[in-house]
């Protein structure tokens, strides 16, 4: 039976495990635990490729304990009671060490189904997930475990990974194929530091060499195109992109704001963008340079009308004119900080003052009496807006930048 390259070539130490060196190097938290052989409850926590199954295996081959694999993608309750029935008997004398694989798609019940065995320590749990556990993995299991992250292979030490696996498939072959110079570093620097993704890459040029035994660099160049990409519309990566784009616009830094908006277009992911993009108008710009709104929500629309890829010209300058702005958050804190105070419940009656006017000569104790502000100097005169329960209350700061402090120095003149 056909078992692809990167399967074959798993490491079986962990000084053969590339990359993860702040949990695996010398003296790393995982490490002293595992060659300690008292292994507790662990969830692994990263991306594809990097080491999570390899590491359980090992991990495995160093205990006593009787090794139980499920993948939750399939895996159902009907199969935890199969591994539970195991227990205590001769087929499990040391009890189980359960390799739980994508834990993240097993619901509560799954999850919990573990928990009096994980607690009496028959069943010990290693499960891995591509997905931030403290949102997919139910607190009762993440209490018990320690979580260790996983952490995208650097370019580097994914060469020693093709280095390797060339080294493997040459040794099977009568005539060793030779690797144009550049291959092993684009495939490394290509494949998003997933090391399986680089490892199958390197399986793949192998199967479709010519016949003069040379891999050239336009053939890996060729494969290896978009393979970089890391991005699940409805996972961590779609979030963590969105979130370092809104953040790059509101840190000034335009190189920044340029690549991951890259990044977005090249999924195609073009409404993220655009949502984003609006927000940090308001939210990041604001009051310093109101300006910003009209002619971002002119870019947005045009890139919508557009679509990619030319949509990318539209964004690109939204993005440029909102990370090389003045910034301001002072809408967003007073917006904040008035809502705040509506949930809590302080909210008091509307003054008779503003009420609407249809309800003079209703039997209230006294006329609107409201005061029209254009009608006095510089159209403004002193009453009272805020219900007699939030009289004084303070919600707006005016900002450092010169357009508030323009406002500020009008009003103060104005108000004395």
């Known amino acids: 039976m056909y078992q692809p390259l990167a399967d074959q070539i798993r490491p079986d130490s962990l000084d053969d495990v590339v990359g993860q060196q702040h949990i695996l190097g010398k003296g790393g938290m995982l490490?002293?635990?595992?060659?300690?052989?008292?292994?507790?409850?662990?969830?692994?926590?990263?991306?594809?490729?990097t080491g999570k199954t390899t590491v359980a295996r090992i991990i495995a081959q160093r205990t006593?304990?009787?090794?139980?694999?499920?993948?939750?993608?399939?895996?159902?309750?009907?199969?935890i009671k199969?591994?539970?029935?195991?227990?205590?008997?001769?087929?499990?004398?040391g009890g189980v060490l359960l390799y739980l694989d994508e834990i993240q798609y097993f619901n509560k019940k799954q999850q919990q189904s573990l928990l009096e065995f994980i607690e009496d320590g028959r069943i010990t749990l290693i499960a891995s997930t591509t997905e931030n556990p403290y949102f997919c993995v139910f607190n009762a299991i993440l209490s018990r475990s320690t979580v260790f992250e996983f952490k995208p292979v650097a370019a580097r030490d994914v060469e020693k990974a093709v280095e390797r696996a060339v080294r493997i498939e040459n040794e099977r072959r009568a005539t060793p194929l030779r690797l144009e110079e550049g291959v092993a570093a684009r495939i490394a620097a290509a494949c998003g530091g997933d090391v399986?993704?680089?490892?199958?890459?390197?399986?793949?040029?192998f199967s479709a060499a010519m016949e003069d035994g040379l891999i050239r660099l336009e053939d890996a160049i060729a494969i290896s195109q978009r393979s970089a990409m890391?991005?699940?519309?409805?996972?961590?990566d779609h979030f963590d992109i969105l979130s370092a784009l809104m953040k790059s616009l509101r840190g000034s830094d335009p190189d920044a704001a340029m690549h991951y908006l890259a990044r977005l277009l090249e999924?195609?992911?073009?409404?993220?963008?655009?949502r984003r993009i609006l927000c940090s108008a308001s939210e990041d710009i604001g009051l310093a340079w109101p300006q910003a709104v009209p002619i971002v929500k002119a870019c947005v629309d045009s890139a919508l009308q557009l679509g990619l890829p030319e949509a990318r010209l539209p964004l690109a300058e939204a993005c440029l004119v909102l990370a090389t702005a003045p910034k301001s958050n002072t809408a967003c804190m007073a917006i904040d900080a008035a809502l705040a105070d509506v949930r809590a419940g302080r909210t008091g009656s509307v003054p008779r003052e503003l009420q609407n006017v249809h309800a003079d000569g209703t039997g209230f104790e006294r006329e609107q009496g409201y005061l029209y502000p254009h009608d006095f100097p510089h159209r403004w005169v002193r009453q009272q807006y805020l219900p007699d329960e939030l009289k004084g209350a303070h919600y707006y700061e005016y900002g450092d930048n010169k357009t508030?402090?323009?406002?500020?120095?009008y009003w103060d003149e104005i108000k004395k």
């Open 31 to 49: 490490r002293r635990i595992v060659e300690s052989g008292q292994i507790p409850n662990m969830i692994f926590y990263g991306p594809s490729g």
């Open 82 to 93: 199969r591994i539970i029935d195991e227990l205590d008997t001769f087929l499990t004398p």
């Open 404 to 409: 508030e402090q323009a406002a500020k120095r």
């Open 267 to 274: 999924v195609g992911d073009l409404i993220g963008a655009c």
């Open 230 to 236: 890391r991005y699940d519309r409805d996972g961590d």
């Open 196 to 205: 399986r993704k680089a490892v199958n890459s390197v399986e793949l040029l």
């Open 64 to 79: 006593n304990r009787s090794l139980r694999k499920l993948n939750a993608t399939t895996a159902g309750i009907a199969d």
